[in-house]
């Protein structure tokens, strides 16, 4: 089973896929995941995207394609869930190449949707200890009542205003991989409203329909 994941920030996405790792056997691939390890761990490609990061520029698609190219080649181009990647026309191009030319087209691409607003107060609600780095959520998991308010933080990333930007920005990358995706047929939108088990089985019905 060959698939790629998209959702928006604060929809669970990364989590979602690690539990299709866990449950169905799926190697859970995420580019962001992987440059951040190749930057740490200072291989070729990690110290090539750390001069870009540095700078403060963003890592060139060309290399996070190589990251891509080896974590499907590690796989054997089977059973993965793409997490978040293709984020361009031309990287979802590019993944049906590269796939094609390897015997493994995609199965599938699913795309959770949830409301903006669920999502602005579902992250809105996250806290951070700065002196122990725990994270915390208002709803799910508060943090203890005997903590000094002073190491209960909003991280200025998680504030309402800064979290609509990053949906912005989400929605204005990847609508167009998207439609993309869309007019191919290959596109299937899942409600990622509710628990994280009923999203979870949703996802696995659609995937149960995708191989019969």
């Known amino acids: 089973m060959r698939i790629v994941l998209f959702g928006p920030p604060g929809v669970g996405k990364g989590s979602q896929a690690a539990l299709l790792n866990d449950r169905l056997g799926l190697r859970h691939i995420s580019t962001g995941v992987i440059l951040r390890a190749a930057i740490r761990e200072g291989t070729p490609v990690g110290n090539e995207a750390r001069k870009y990061v540095?700078?403060?520029l963003l890592v060139p698609g060309v290399v996070v394609r190589r990251l891509a190219?080896?974590?499907l080649r590690a796989c054997g181009y089977e059973r993965f869930v793409l997490d978040g990647y293709p984020?361009?026309?031309e990287q979802a191009e590019w993944l049906a190449e590269f796939l094609a030319f390897n015997g493994a087209p995609l199965d599938g691409v699913l795309s959770l949707r949830v409301p903006d607003e669920?999502?602005?107060?579902?992250?809105s609600k996250r806290r951070v200890d700065p002196v122990t780095g725990e994270n915390y959520h208002l709803d799910f998991r508060p943090p203890p009542p005997d903590l000094p308010a002073e190491r209960v933080v909003q991280r200025s990333d998680d504030r309402p205003e800064a979290i609509r930007k990053r949906l912005r920005v989400y929605s204005d990358e990847t609508s167009p991989v998207q439609d993309y995706y869309r007019q191919r047929g290959g596109l299937i939108e899942i409600d990622g409203v509710g628990s994280f088990e009923e999203v979870h089985e949703r996802i696995v019905s659609a995937l149960t329909s995708l191989v019969g």
Request: aromatic share 0%; glycine share 6%; no cysteine.
């Open 118 to 123: 669920i999502i602005v107060d579902r992250l």
């Open 69 to 71: 190219e080896d974590e």
């Open 87 to 89: 984020r361009t026309i």
């Open 54 to 56: 540095q700078a403060g």
